[in-house]
């Protein structure tokens, strides 16, 4: 039993740290919104008037927060919080500079850290079944490793600092263009008379294999747990598409990678987003390139 608290109780933050009292932790939870420390109280998180409140006898610290800057903002206010020798891991997805500016902060403080972003959506972080991709150094993560698996089903060192924030950067741009690359072909099969479900079969099993296809399908029928059935409600919205899309490309910027299809991707879900899709689910963009087929065929 760890005496955690748990900074960020929205979407994901809320089931997460419901989770951590399933496993028999002491979780303290703190967010800025009334209603979801409500929803937190119900699945037994202890509700703290203040972030003070929430750390004060804390061995664990784990915040799940919207943006990078809200990370440091939140860790710089630990600073003067938190005892030496806490555990503090940062589970948002943020930018690379961001979570680096938060290690530091802790080694300040004498605390151990992780960032520890998440990929799995909001079901993942119900059902307990999230992938961890961690960072930061070994005997933390020898520490904390257990915590995260109260929360997730896979957990993956990927090395020092910023490290899990890197491979969640670079996996969710392979997400954004393969799932732009299926929406395509499915659109190119309706166009040469190719039904959904024959070029599924083939596909599924073949080269053009992806997660995209196989588990995310965006037409409905051939994978029926696809938002794809359910009116596109997400799952995983554009928004969130567009901003790891963003960091990805900030992240290219920074360091010179050339992502060509990566910049394509962002400018595509940006479009999406300013068209009032954004709270749509991400694999709705197929029914953004129909459109333009139509303003095609017409114009
Ligand atoms: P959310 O907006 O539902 O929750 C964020 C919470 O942080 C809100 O409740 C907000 O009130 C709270 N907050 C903001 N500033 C705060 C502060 N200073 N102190 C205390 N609380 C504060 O967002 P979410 O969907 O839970 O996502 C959280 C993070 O997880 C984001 O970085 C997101 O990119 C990432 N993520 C989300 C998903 C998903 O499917 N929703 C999947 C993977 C990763």
């Known amino acids: 039993m760890t005496k955690i608290a748990f900074v960020g109780l929205g979407n994901m933050g809320g089931p997460m740290a419901g989770n951590l009292v399933r496993a028999g932790h002491v979780v303290r939870g703190f967010d800025l919104s009334d209603t979801v420390m409500t929803s937190a109280a119900e699945v037994g998180v202890r509700p703290a008037g203040s972030l003070a409140e929430a750390v004060s006898d804390a061995e664990c610290v784990i915040t799940m927060l919207p943006k990078g800057q809200h990370v440091v903002a939140v860790w710089t206010d630990l600073t003067t919080l938190v005892a030496e020798g806490t555990l503090l891991i940062d589970c948002s997805t943020v930018d690379v500079e961001s979570a680096r500016q938060a290690h530091k902060l802790a080694s300040v403080m004498n605390c151990t850290s992780l960032d520890a972003p998440v990929s799995g959506g909001t079901s993942g972080a119900a059902a307990g079944t999230l992938t961890f991709m961690v960072?930061?150094?070994?005997?933390?993560?020898?520490?904390?490793?257990?915590?995260?698996?109260?929360?997730?089903?896979?957990?993956?060192?990927?090395?020092?600092?910023?490290?899990?924030?890197?491979?969640?950067?670079?996996?969710?741009?392979?997400?954004?263009?393969?799932?732009?690359?299926?929406?395509?072909?499915?659109?190119?099969a309706e166009k040469l008379g190719l039904s959904h479900q024959a070029l599924y079969d083939v596909a599924s099993r073949s080269s053009g294999q992806c997660w995209s296809l196989t588990a995310y399908c965006p037409v409905p029928g051939p994978v029926p747990t696809s938002p794809a059935n359910n009116d596109y409600r997400p799952g995983f919205t554009g928004a969130l598409m567009l901003k790891d899309l963003l960091l990805s490309q900030e992240a290219a910027r920074q360091t010179g990678a050339a992502t060509p299809l990566g910049q394509q991707a962002a400018g595509l879900y940006a479009e999406f987003e300013k068209a009032g899709h954004g709270d749509e689910d991400f694999s709705a963009i197929i029914q953004m390139l129909r459109e333009r087929e139509r303003e095609r065929a017409g114009g």
């Open 135 to 188: 960072g930061g150094p070994e005997v933390a993560f020898a520490v904390g490793r257990p915590i995260l698996e109260a929360m997730g089903k896979t957990i993956v060192h990927c090395g020092g600092p910023g490290a899990g924030q890197a491979a969640k950067i670079c996996n969710n741009m392979i997400l954004g263009i393969s799932m732009i690359g299926v929406c395509e072909a499915f659109g190119l």
